[in-house]
């Protein structure tokens, strides 16, 4: 049995996906809910850098709906899009100042993560999603349809 056989027998994939999303996802579900309970001081300190209250809500919104999407696997490739692009826009409007080694990193962060949801985006949820259940239900067929190829292996699916 080759290392390929054994990954997909033993559902490594969908594991590793479901793990890297609930890693992807805590900081922004995290933040979300930190920015909502504490909503007055964040507030404050958005306006300081001059960041509106109806975008400090969209930021809550997006934050919450997002990375719980991407960590419950429901509608994740839309979900990682949007937060890939929030990493980006955040990095490049709040950590450009380079000469400070930890806004240098805050940007670096940003990328790497954005990086990962992009990733994200193109392989999917995987196997352990509420997507995959739904869409099992849908079709009126089991739960455990087959498993994607990854790229290496074969032909993909890109089904949200």
């Not at 049995?1 to 590793?16: F, G, N, Q, S, Y």
Request: aromatic residues 4%; glycine residues 12%; proline residues 2%.
């Amino acid at each position: 049995m080759t290392p390929i056989e054994l990954a997909e027998k033993l559902h490594a994939r969908d594991v590793v996906l479901l793990a890297g999303r609930l890693l992807l996802s805590l900081i922004f579900v995290h933040e979300g809910l930190q920015l909502a309970t504490h909503f007055e001081g964040a507030q404050k300190a958005m306006a300081a850098l001059g960041v509106g209250t109806p975008l400090l809500v969209a930021t809550i919104a997006l934050q919450l709906g997002a990375g719980l999407s991407v960590a419950l696997g429901i509608l994740a490739r839309l979900g990682a899009i949007g937060l890939g692009l929030f990493c980006l826009m955040t990095a490049s409007l709040f950590h450009t100042n380079f000469a400070s080694q930890d806004e240098l990193l805050h940007f670096e962060k940003d990328l790497a993560i954005a990086g990962g949801m992009f990733i994200l985006a193109l392989s999917g949820a995987g196997r352990l999603s509420v997507d995959r259940v739904l869409t099992g239900f849908a079709k009126g067929t089991k739960i455990d349809p087959p498993i994607e190829r990854h790229l290496s292996v074969g032909e993909t699916s890109l089904l949200v």
